[in-house]
């Protein structure tokens, strides 16, 4: 399965935009890139999915160029609950989610 | 909003034991997913689950373990003989799946501990 990379973690303070790129170089025809979040002890959250160009919903912002080769995971004026992990995921026509690593996002103060 | 529920939210047994975790999808939901988490690890897909039978399993998902839909709302994934190795993080997820993708609503999760 093609992989996703992403960084391993970003620092941000309250109230700024936070940009999470992943690569996905090998992406498939027919897939579709999904961003999950998790907390500590939770179950990953579903919180944007996107095929190619922009996304917005009431959450997040996704930006997938022309090629499809990466994508970015934007988050308007994060808050200290937005501490947490972020997966970017390829999702093929299995549907299953193959989880990497993720991006800890940590929000201070 | 719906959700996914998982109960007992935590479960202790010993080793070679059987255990049951049970998960509740969103009620219009037509596939299931288990996930599991060990401790400091990734996310790990076991098993999906369509019109009663499994539909890709991961090389996790061996023979001690199996799921089943015995009725209208529950899913349940059992393992047979526990090992040390299982304990982790176990998730239930649910899907509908449509033609734009497939969000994936999962559970707040059971914590099985072998000891």
């Known amino acids: 399965l093609a992989k996703t990379t992403q960084p391993i973690s970003m620092d941000s303070y309250e109230g700024q935009e936070v940009n999470i790129t992943c690569s996905h170089n090998?992406?498939?025809?027919?897939?579709?890139i999904t961003w999950y979040q998790q907390f500590p002890s939770q179950g990953p959250r579903f919180i944007i999915q996107?095929?190619?160009t922009k996304v917005t919903n009431e959450v997040a912002s996704l930006f997938i160029p022309a090629d499809r080769k990466s994508s970015t995971l934007s988050l308007p004026r994060v808050s200290l609950s937005d501490t947490a992990v972020y997966y970017c995921l390829r999702m093929d026509s299995s549907y299953k989610l193959i989880f990497g690593s993720g991006t800890r996002l940590l929000v201070r103060p | 909003e719906p959700e996914v529920t998982q109960t007992p939210s935590h479960q202790v047994t010993q080793m070679g034991q059987e255990v049951i975790l049970r998960c509740v999808p969103i009620s219009n939901h037509l596939y299931f997913y288990w996930y599991r988490q060990i401790l400091g690890q990734k996310v790990e897909f076991l098993v999906s689950?369509?019109?009663?039978?499994?539909?890709?399993k991961s090389e996790i998902f061996d023979d001690q373990f199996s799921v089943e839909r015995p009725d209208g709302s529950n899913f349940t994934l059992k393992i047979r003989s526990t090992k040390l190795e299982d304990s982790a993080m176990y998730f239930c997820?649910?899907?509908?799946?449509?033609?734009?993708?497939?969000?994936?609503?999962f559970g707040p999760g059971t914590r099985l501990t072998v000891t």
């Open positions: 689950f369509y019109n009663n039978e499994i539909s890709e």
């Open positions: 997820a649910s899907s509908e799946r449509t033609s734009g993708g497939n969000e994936q609503y």
């Open positions: 996107g095929y190619k």
């Open positions: 090998n992406i498939a025809t027919n897939d579709y």
